[in-house]
């Protein structure tokens, strides 16, 4: 979908068109990067946040539909190494290894935060937990895990979604703590 030809900021009705036109396709395309539907979703909610907030500096003369799959593609390369990064660094769980509020930390809350990591990891199948646990705390590969297990890496992968969402949910209340600790220090 193109605009026009003379630069004019999109509107709000021109938009919801493009949003309608290409979400699906978009959320497909960037499945493919996170397999992840909800990430997925939300990478694409993202872009176009920012496209509507950037409505005004966009070329309208280009394929808007390009932009937006250009967007999408960064963005969940960024997810991508952002997670690798999250993942070796904070979901590790190893409270521990943070130097809370500088030397200060409240021994209470990491207690509380590593008892429900517990609780967390207890509530998950026992196949999905060893998945689970050979990844973030064996630091394997999913391919090794596969390997090692006998089973396909799609399976590996399937765990790994469900160890995730089950985990962000059990600790959603931590995440934000753990996210601000882990930025500030």
């Not at 909610?45 to 280009?62: A, G, S």
């Not at 399976?155 to 985990?167: G, Q, R, W």
């Amino acid at each position: 979908m193109k605009v026009s030809k003379n630069h004019d900021a999109i509107d709000q009705r021109q938009f919801e068109k493009l949003f309608k036109l290409h979400f699906q396709q978009l959320h497909g395309f960037a499945k493919n990067f996170v397999q992840d539907s909800d990430t997925a979703r939300d990478i694409c909610q993202q872009v176009f946040i920012r496209f509507w907030e950037k409505r005004n500096e966009i070329d309208t003369t280009r394929s808007l539909k390009s932009w937006l799959f250009t967007a999408v593609r960064n963005k969940c390369l960024n997810h991508i190494r952002d997670h690798k990064k999250y993942r070796s660094q904070v979901l590790d769980l190893d409270c521990g290894y943070y130097n809370l509020y500088n030397e200060q930390h409240n021994e209470v809350e990491e207690q509380d935060l590593k008892n429900q990591i517990n609780v967390a990891l207890d509530s998950l199948p026992d196949k999905c937990r060893q998945v689970f646990e050979m990844s973030r705390f064996g630091d394997m590969k999913y391919r090794e895990i596969a390997d090692e297990l006998n089973i396909s890496q799609k399976t590996v992968e399937a765990h790994m979604s469900k160890a995730i969402k089950v985990m962000r949910s059990a600790l959603k209340h931590y995440l934000f703590w753990v996210y601000c600790i882990y930025c500030f220090l």
